[in-house]
């Protein structure tokens, strides 16, 4: 099992910068992949970023450029710096990780709010 704790998010006025954090603890951490998705009001949940234990990243449509995902391998940390935010970018931001057997995780969430 894996536990994911994010913090990071709250209210920002555009063009902002928030820096989320993931923090995973649990009997199985190694080889994890982790990332973030995003779900707005009314829309699907959609992937920001991923990166793998190994630090290959992977960003959602429009997403790099102003999003940049990084870890720290001990502990098990996943970053997402957020730069130029807009408010479309309010959304609740959640944390995942997927273990070598495929299984997936989720955090709780944290909400990113970008005023305009």
């Known amino acids: 099992q894996v536990q994911l704790v994010e913090s990071g998010g709250g209210l920002v006025q555009a063009g902002g910068s928030l820096r989320l954090s993931c923090a995973a603890s649990?009997?199985?951490?190694?080889?994890?992949?982790m990332g973030w998705y995003r779900q707005a009001p009314g829309k699907q949940r959609d992937l920001v970023a991923a990166i793998t234990s190994s630090g290959s990243t992977n960003y959602g449509n429009q997403m790099s450029g102003r999003f940049t995902i990084s870890r720290d391998s001990a502990p098990n940390t996943v970053y997402l710096q957020m730069n130029s935010l807009k408010p479309e970018d309010t959304a609740v931001y959640y944390c995942?990780?997927?273990?070598?057997?495929?299984?997936?995780?989720w955090g709780q969430g944290t909400q990113v709010t970008v005023s305009s």
């Open positions: 995942y990780a997927r273990d070598a057997f495929g299984a997936k995780y």
């Open positions: 649990g009997s199985i951490l190694r080889n994890l992949a």
